[in-house]
Every structure is written in C-alpha cells, then in structure tokens.
C-alpha cells in the first residue's frame, strides 16, 4: 500500500516556465511533507518542506503547497530551469519522527532549453 | 565539509555470496541510516543509529541483513547471503541529532546487482 503517491512519472517543461510536480498521500498521520532532488548517480539533496499547520512555503523560485482537507501538495518551480532537470520525491513523515520518511516513487522533471 | 562517504559505487555478485558497503557520515552528525531504494522506487528506511545504537530496525530483515556501528561514526550494512532481489541501491545517510527537520543528507548510494 503505497501512503505516498507520485502519480506522473515523468513531465517535460520548457525553460522559463512553471514546474509542477504533484504528491498524494493517504496516511491522515503525516504531518510534515518534504521534497528531495535526486540527479543521476547522486543521492538524493533536501530541496524544501512544509509543516501541517501551513499551508505554503517558499524558497526562491520553490514554493511547496499543501491542501490537507484533498491530502494533497505540489511544488511549484518558477521559472524553470534546464539545471532543474532531475527526478523529483515527495517524502512524508509523523508525530515528530521526522527521520522516518516515506517516499513517493518520484518524478523525472526535464526542464528543455 | 565533505558529505556522507559511501563504498563501493557498484558491486555485482552472484546470488548466495556476501556483500558489505560502508558509509561515513557527516562530521558531527549522530544520526545514521541506511535506506534501499528499489527500481523505479523511492528510498525505504532499513535501519536507524543514534550514535552507535540502533534505534530502529523494524525495517531491516535480519534474517539476511546485518549492521552494525561500532564507534558511533562510520557504519557497516552486511548482506549473507544475497539473494537476486536484493539488487537495489543501498543509500547512507545522516543528520544532526535533535533536528528533527526530516532533513537527511545522502551518499551517493552503493549500487548492488546479484546475478
């Protein structure tokens, strides 16, 4: 049973455009979402994360939003650039064990010149 | 700073033999983990260290699997014998103690393949 979902496995934006990467989850005891960048052969790099009592938070061209009532978050990435291309992951954790990260299977962001 | 070490980048065995990988964390960081990131999957908590203690192993089968973390620094994760699904990528991580902010820092992961 899969409690975080990344149900696009791939999306292709041209540079200078908006990214959006979307996650579902389905464990009502999640509280605290992250977003992790992962490039080839390279494990994967914290980019952003959002705590359950918000429901937006930005960091430059990255803002994570969480719709708690629809269990649902995106990242936002403006303007795109073709050094965002990676595979993206949606990891969620709860009640304060925020090692114990679940993640998503991931997306692969293609951002083209 | 350097970042978490991990050794080797790949390995390919056949099914039956051991494997070890190892990992250095972060200079500083108490916190370890081992995480196994299967294809076209997301990374998967197998085991968690505070300083040299295990405190979460529900994850690790311990039939096949063993780690360890002697000095509270580097780590060891032991597959014996291997079996083909293993074949995965075994990441290492660490965070500082009492963060608590899910921010872990990766290696660059030890690719294993049991034919």
């Known amino acids: 049973d899969q409690q975080v979902k990344q149900n696009s496995p791939s999306l292709s934006v041209q540079e200078g455009r908006i990214s959006i990467l979307n996650c579902d989850y389905t464990n009502s005891m999640f509280d605290y979402f992250l977003w992790y960048k992962k490039y080839p052969a390279e494990g994967p790099t914290f980019l952003i994360s959002?705590?359950?009592?918000?429901d937006k938070n930005e960091d430059g061209r990255f803002t994570v939003f969480l719709n708690k009532s629809a269990k649902h978050l995106s990242l936002h990435i403006v303007p795109s650039q073709p050094g965002d291309s990676a595979v993206y992951f949606c990891a969620a954790s709860r009640g304060g064990s925020n090692y114990k990260l679940t993640f998503g299977k991931g997306t692969l962001l293609t951002v083209n010149p | 700073e350097a970042g978490v070490v991990q050794s080797p980048r790949y390995k390919i065995i056949e099914k039956k033999q051991p494997v070890a990988f190892w990992c250095n964390p972060i200079?500083?960081?108490?916190?370890l983990y081992w995480y196994r990131q299967n294809l076209g999957q997301g990374p998967e908590l197998l085991i968690r260290y505070e300083n040299e203690e295990a405190v979460d192993d529900s994850q690790l089968p311990k039939d096949r699997f063993s780690a360890e973390r002697l000095k509270g620094v580097d780590s060891t994760l032991k597959i014996q014998p291997a079996e083909l699904g293993d074949s995965a990528v075994y990441l290492c991580a660490s965070s500082e103690t009492g963060a608590n902010t899910g921010e872990l820092f990766f290696g660059e992961g030890s690719r294993l393949t049991v034919l």
């Open positions: 959002i705590s359950s009592i918000k």
């Open positions: 200079s500083g960081h108490n916190t």
